[in-house]
């Protein structure tokens, strides 16, 4: 599973990133994370992006791409893993698009997290107080002040990514005010809609009496269905979440073999028949 998630600072990216982590054992790429580590280790890397960083400005294109090129190419990553903070510009996307296309990787999805921008500054405000009742450092560009430019370069930069995405129909859109939990839900159903999570084996069912009659529709519907899914989010460009609980739920019921009026009545149709063969066979034997 490879993945974006995209939204300002403050949005919940990292908190969803960790729980994706968690769950799909994937790896998270945040690259504010990765040059906090290069200025901490005063690497060349970190030598550039310091000032940069602590005045809320994005580090360039060039340096934020090497060290993601570097890092998707490390063992850990071969499962999968979710971007978080990259890309931010438009010419980093299209070198990420350019680099997955030469290592053969595909992306699944690039899920917007939207927010109020009134609620960012209250949130960054919690997170730091969180920060320090744990008695952890807190950011030097987590202030007001940087957290305005911060905002600022999110518009003007990163911004017209959700425009690139959903032209290549790859964006879906959640709310980013809902719960942590409903967030969570929210990214994990567009990812199962979008088949990048890995089809769990589903238990075989016995279907008492069903003919092949009575299974095909089903199948062919399920088929239908998750293809309406799949269709579905890449044609929608914001807010995909109703159509997605729609189709993904037909999918589902189609795909357990039941639930569809027609598949009910052929059932009702073929089984006494089938029933009636059989005894006439045991019969004549
Ligand atoms: P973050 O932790 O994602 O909020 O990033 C913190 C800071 O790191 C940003 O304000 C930028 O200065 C820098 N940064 C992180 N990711 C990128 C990126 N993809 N492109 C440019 N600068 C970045």
Not at 41 to 60: C, F, H, R, S, Y
Not at 89 to 117: C, F, I, S
Not at 144 to 167: C, D, F, G, N, W
Not at 247 to 255: I, L, P, S, T
């Amino acid at each position: 599973m490879r993945l974006i998630l995209l939204g300002p600072p403050g949005s919940g990216k990292g908190t969803q990133a960790q729980r994706l982590v968690q769950r799909y054992g994937i790896v998270q790429l945040s690259t504010g994370e990765m040059l906090r580590a290069a200025v901490a280790a005063e690497t060349p890397v970190g030598l550039k992006a310091k000032d940069l960083m602590a005045n809320g400005q994005l580090v360039p294109d060039d340096v934020v791409v090497g060290i993601i090129s570097d890092r998707i190419d490390q063992p850990d990553a071969a499962k999968g893993f979710v971007l978080d903070g990259f890309p931010r510009t438009v010419p980093q996307a299209e070198a990420l698009d350019a680099l997955l296309k030469k290592k053969h990787l595909k992306l699944d999805a690039v899920v917007e997290l939207r927010v109020n921008e009134s609620a960012l500054l209250q949130r960054v405000e919690t997170r730091v107080a969180e920060m320090q009742a744990r008695g952890e450092e807190v950011r030097v560009d987590d202030t007001p002040e940087v957290l305005i430019k911060r905002l600022a370069a999110y518009r003007s930069q990163t911004e017209p990514l959700i425009h690139y995405y959903s032209e290549r129909r790859k964006l879906a859109t959640v709310d980013g005010m809902m719960t942590i939990e409903q967030v969570t839900r929210e990214v994990n159903r567009i990812l199962s809609a979008v088949g990048a999570l890995e089809p769990k084996a589903a238990p075989a069912r016995k279907a008492r009496g069903a003919t092949r009659k009575t299974a095909r529709p089903a199948g062919k519907k399920a088929a239908k269905a998750a293809k309406n899914t799949r269709k579905t989010v890449k044609t929608t460009s914001r807010g995909p979440r109703k159509a997605v609980k729609t189709a993904g739920r037909k999918a589902a019921v189609a795909a357990r073999g039941r639930g569809t009026a027609k598949a009910k009545k052929a059932f009702k149709r073929t089984a006494p028949k089938a029933a009636k063969k059989v005894t006439k066979k045991r019969a004549k034997r």
